[in-house]
């Protein structure tokens, strides 16, 4: 049977299609192994899709985020981005799949050990010849590094810009403030060049000169400071640029209504020019000239009052003594004028005048060093004796007041350090003002009550209480001051010299109202040592 040549062509060209299709697809197999190749030696994953976007299986995927076939299929791959990259991932992957476009964008995709890493996505659609879409192939790169070293240039500039926009902001402010000091400051500021001439000037020049700044700038001080500081003037900036400081530097500088003001100059050289702050110290001369002219009068004053304090010392402790020698004199008359005249009363009444003319002689001498630069001797005195003698004094005046003296003081009291005369003088003030408060007093006895006894800090305090009139409660804080008195004649003397003489002696001398009535004074007084 002849063969038909016809039909064994047909059958040869099939064979020969069928083989240049296997050959194609082992081509584009090949072609396909060594894209992926490509891609793993450049650290990449491969994927590929379905011609509508759906996933199918990406086996590399699954190997990095370590999920299931079920999970990354279709839409499912998106669960393993970032939340925050989802939405926008998905947006852009379907809007490249509607026009059939290159795709490219960046996800952070979670893998297996939970981290998250950024990667960058491309795809392509393949074609087939009719053109219409076979599938979807693309890759992933690893850009994490990239990434951080982008974010951490970012972060970088942008602190670098942070910090330019915060130096600007403080040169801005430093100069706003430096200009606003500038303005508002009441010193003198000055720039001088070497010349000496006034490069700029703030305006409290014009506050406290009266100049302007266009009188001042570009002209030298010569013509401002006054003849008789324009050399040490001068002397001041050469030392200046010679690299000295001046710290305190005073001068006069004449105003724009021709008086001159001192000014304190305060300057460092720095760079070949010189940088002073000026203060007006006009004002501050004139008052601490007032003020030494002030003290100079308050040391008359005090020089006045102090001889004023004195002569009313005096005044008032020789008062008493001659106040004595009058009342025994007026008593010598009285004995010499009756009829038969008692002689020896009156030689007693001239010895007591005399004794009176000796104490008042001693009172001066007391007071005198009292006042004085020298010490008065002290010694070792029975107070006991010394308020015997001096109630013997002034007895008549009891006597004469109808007064009461209750004298329980101790004899076998220890001695204390004391000048006779001056202690003798405090006794008699306090007697001679008891005798005072107590002269008006008719409602009741007149009693003045003298005690002595240890004190508890082992001196020994003596106590006067009179029945008299009492101290103002009010007054008891000022009893002691110089010159306050409650009397119409009083000096206001008296208590101040008595506490004066009293802690000269290293004791104390203190009132305070009696019960019912009257005052009380005590006096304390270190005992002399053994």
């Known amino acids: 049977m002849a063969r038909n040549p016809k039909s064994k062509v047909s059958r040869s060209g099939e064979d020969d299609l069928a083989g ?8 584009l197999a090949q072609s396909e192994a060594r894209f992926r190749a490509l891609v793993r030696a450049l ?30 299929r279709g839409w499912g791959w998106l669960n393993s981005l970032h939340p925050d990259d989802r939405d926008r991932t998905g947006v852009v992957w379907q809007a490249a799949v509607d026009a059939r476009s290159y795709y490219e964008t960046e996800y952070r995709i979670r893998r297996r050990d939970g981290q998250y890493v950024w990667y960058q996505s491309r795809g392509v659609p393949v074609l087939e010849n009719d053109g219409s879409i076979r599938e979807w192939v693309g890759c992933l790169i690893d850009i994490e590094d990239r990434k951080r070293a982008t974010q951490q240039q970012a972060e970088a500039e942008k602190a670098l810009r942070d910090l330019n926009e915060t130096l600007e902001q403080r040169v801005e402010a430093e100069a706003r403030e430096r200009a606003r000091i500038w303005n508002v400051s009441q010193d003198l500021l000055v720039v001088i060049d070497k010349e000496g001439k006034y490069l700029n000037v703030n305006p409290a020049w014009t506050a406290a000169l009266g100049w302007s700044e266009a009188d001042l700038v570009g002209n030298t001080s010569e013509w401002l400071v006054h003849p008789s500081d324009r050399e040490k003037t001068q002397a001041e900036l050469a030392r200046l640029f010679e690299g000295h400081r001046t710290l305190r530097f005073e001068n006069r500088l004449r105003h724009n209504d021709g008086t001159y003001r001192t000014l304190s100059w305060t300057a460092v050289p720095d760079r070949g020019l010189i940088y002073a702050v000026v203060r007006d110290v006009t ?9 030494r002219a002030s003290r100079r009068e308050l040391a008359a004053v005090n020089r006045r009052t102090t001889m004023g304090q004195m002569t009313a010392s005096i005044a008032h402790e020789i008062g008493q003594p001659l106040a004595a020698i009058m009342i025994h004199a007026e ?20 010895r007591a005048i005399g004794d009176d003319g000796y104490r008042a002689s001693e009172v001066i001498a007391s007071t005198r060093s009292m006042f004085g630069k020298g010490r008065s001797e002290m010694s070792a005195v029975s107070v006991t004796a010394i308020l015997g003698n001096v109630l013997a004094l002034v007895n008549e ?5 109808q007064i009461s003296v209750k004298n329980e003081t101790l004899h076998e009291l220890p001695q204390v350090m004391a000048e006779r005369v001056q202690l003798q003088q405090v006794f008699l003030n306090l007697f ?38 009492g101290i103002d409660a009010s007054h008891m804080d000022r009893i002691f001051d110089p010159f306050f008195t409650t009397k119409s004649d009083g000096m206001g003397m008296g208590l101040s010299i008595c506490r004066s003489i009293i802690e000269s002696h290293g004791g104390q001398l203190s009132a305070k109202p009696g019960h019912p009535h009257g005052s009380v004074f005590q006096i304390v007084l270190p005992t002399a040592p053994p």
């Open 331 to 350: 008593s010598g008359l009285r004995w010499l004028i009756n009829e038969e005249p008692d002689l020896d009363k009156v030689r007693a009444i001239l």
């Open 43 to 72: 650290s990449s994953l491969v994927w590929t899709t379905a011609a509508d976007g759906q996933i199918i299986d990406m086996p590399e995927w699954r190997a990095l985020t370590g999920i299931t076939v079920e999970e990354i």
């Open 283 to 291: 004002e501050l001369k004139n008052a601490e000239e007032q003020l």
């Open 432 to 469: 001679m003002n008891a005798i005072d408060a107590m002269s008006s007093v008719t409602d009741r006895a007149r009693v003045l009550a003298i005690k002595s006894r240890l004190d508890v800090s082992d001196g020994v305090l003596i106590t006067l209480e009179d029945s008299g009139t």
């Open 20 to 27: 240049r299709s296997k050959c194609a697809d082992a081509a």
């Open 397 to 401: 005046e009891f006597e004469r007041h």
